[in-house]
């Protein structure tokens, strides 16, 4: 489960098969201005945020796609659910996101509101089990 945010330009809609019209229950699909303001609120209303180049079932890099793997793993052992932010919808997100979180790659992970990091990170706190103690400590 994962809750998905992306934006639709209209002339980028040949391209992606996910269109603003269509939402699923779990899926919200928003518009942002890419705000540090909006960027926090995302962060702060969930415990789990992956912002990724794509979305979970399609992720469009390898970096992404492994830190897709790692938070549906960990949701679903944990009976949670993340929120996923395309950060390829709109080409003001990335620089948005960097530099408001003074990381300069993509995906980025944030638990209980921190960033921890990329996938590698994410994936070595999942094996080692820092990712469960982190998201267990609100």
């Known amino acids: 489960k994962f809750r998905r945010y992306c934006i639709r330009p209209t002339w980028r809609r040949h391209r992606y098969p996910y269109q603003e019209e269509s939402k699923a229950p779990e899926q919200g699909v928003i518009h942002m201005d890419w705000t540090p303001e909006e960027l926090q609120a995302i962060v702060s209303e969930h415990r789990l945020v992956l912002f990724m180049k794509g979305v979970p079932g399609a992720a469009q890099c390898g970096f992404s796609n492994r830190a897709a793997q790692v938070m549906e793993t960990f949701a679903k052992e944990n009976e949670t659910v993340f929120a996923s932010v395309d950060v390829l919808s709109d080409r003001r997100a990335i620089p948005s996101i960097c530099a408001w979180s003074d990381f300069p790659t993509m995906p980025q992970i944030y638990v209980n509101g921190e960033l921890i990091g990329g996938s590698d990170i994410a994936l070595e706190m999942y094996e ?9 400590n609100e």
């Open 128 to 136: 080692d089990g820092s990712l469960k103690e982190m998201y267990d």
